[in-house]
């Protein structure tokens, strides 16, 4: 009996270390790149680069078991790496629930992957039934490594945040701005009011959907596909009402429909792809990039592999490229989607080899300064709530 007794506490350890084990397996397995790093770029674009204020729109590192504060050999940024490729302001989103056999065509809501993650992760047992308790410990997290970082990484909350960051980084570049965001709004649980606990915890950017259809409306891989619920339209008010900016990253067609017939305010796209280089259920028409750009919005162009078909350099550049002509520059930035269960060309630390490529497209430089981050200051320093 002791001998069993033994044996079977043998194997349950066995079993939970493989189990707090897989997220560490499954991050470095999801988030990768083509090429490995050392990334190299040419003297002129190198100068070039460091010369920049670049700002990305989107990215997942938040729902994974590392230290932002801390350098990784897995996934596709850290707060070293967002220094060493010059990232001046990086926007974080928040990842709460994925369906299990998660495709880019048609996924119901009735299944989760991010529970188990949370578990086998060790995050606080509340996060395990409830999404809204999962962003908010997320943006916890990035809130505590801001603490942790020595001035080195900034939570932005406002446009005085903004204005003062931007000062203090014009004299020091080794600092970081983090925006905090949702990848999709079924963490209101279908209260309305959780929007404003949202907003008191410091999220800025919402995205409407992700992967599913939710309460609020249609995702561009939900089932039904459909515009903005009831509640939705509540909702879409009630985050032009207190200044946070919607993101349509991943919605429907119709819903990007619904939202701009009711926006008072820029619209954002952080992620994604355009149609006219890269068909796909959630990349851009030319009719929704120019009325998103209508909105005073900005559209940022994503790295990997459903967003311009070819992850890779050239095919990233050629998506900024059309966008561009399509809107003009003011209205094309940076969304990687790092960190996403995605395949890059890159990590952060390869950015310059975009300025590079950005170059030898023939923009200019006054193009390059916009489109590599620009547009995203100038957005915020107009939409974040003054104080």
Aim: proline share 4%.
């Amino acid at each position: 009996m002791r001998k069993w007794i033994v044996g079977t506490v043998v194997l349950a350890v066995v079993a939970l270390a493989v189990f707090f084990n897989v997220p560490t397996l499954v991050d470095g397995r999801m988030n990768t790149v083509t090429h490995p790093g050392p990334y190299a770029a040419g003297a002129a674009a190198g100068a070039a680069h460091q010369s920049l204020f670049v700002a990305d729109l989107h990215d997942d590192a938040l729902l994974w078991n590392r230290d932002l504060l801390q350098r990784y050999e897995r996934g596709h940024s850290d707060l070293p790496r967002l220094l060493d490729g010059h990232v001046a302001l990086q926007v974080f989103a928040t990842v709460t629930k994925t369906p299990k056999g998660l495709n880019y065509d048609r996924n119901s809501a009735d299944t989760d992957s991010i529970t188990l993650l949370a578990m086998a992760q060790r995050w606080p047992t509340a996060t395990w039934n409830s999404l809204l308790t999962r962003a908010l410990y997320q943006g916890e997290k990035l809130h505590q490594y801001a603490k942790d970082s020595q001035g080195r990484l900034v939570v932005v909350r406002s446009r005085q945040d903004l204005v003062d960051f931007i000062s203090a980084w014009s004299q020091d570049n080794q600092r970081v701005a983090a925006i905090l965001a949702t990848e999709g709004l079924h963490p209101l649980e279908g209260q309305l009011e959780n929007v404003d606990r949202l907003y008191d915890a410091g999220f800025r950017i919402t995205g409407l959907t992700h992967f599913f259809d939710n309460e609020v409306g249609g995702s561009a891989h939900g089932m039904e596909k459909g515009g903005l619920t009831p509640l939705g339209r509540q909702v879409v008010e009630r985050l032009q009402a207190k200044g946070m900016l919607i993101d349509l990253a991943h919605a429907s067609k119709p819903l990007i429909d619904d939202v701009l017939a009711v926006a008072r305010r820029p619209v954002l796209v952080s992620h994604t792809g355009v149609a006219g280089t890269c068909p796909g259920p959630r990349n851009l028409s030319d009719d929704h990039l120019k009325r998103i750009a209508a909105t005073g919005g900005v559209v940022g162009i994503g790295y990997w592999e459903g967003a311009v078909c070819n992850p890779s350099i050239p095919a990233i550049v050629k998506a900024i490229r059309y966008a561009v002509d399509q809107v003009g520059v003011a209205h094309v930035a940076l969304g990687s989607d790092f960190n996403g269960a995605t395949r890059t060309p890159f990590d952060v630390t390869g950015l310059p080899q975009v300025t590079e490529g950005l170059m030898a497209a023939g923009f200019s430089a006054g193009d390059i300064r916009a489109i590599m981050g620009g547009n995203v200051q100038r957005l915020l320093l107009q939409t974040l709530p003054a104080n």
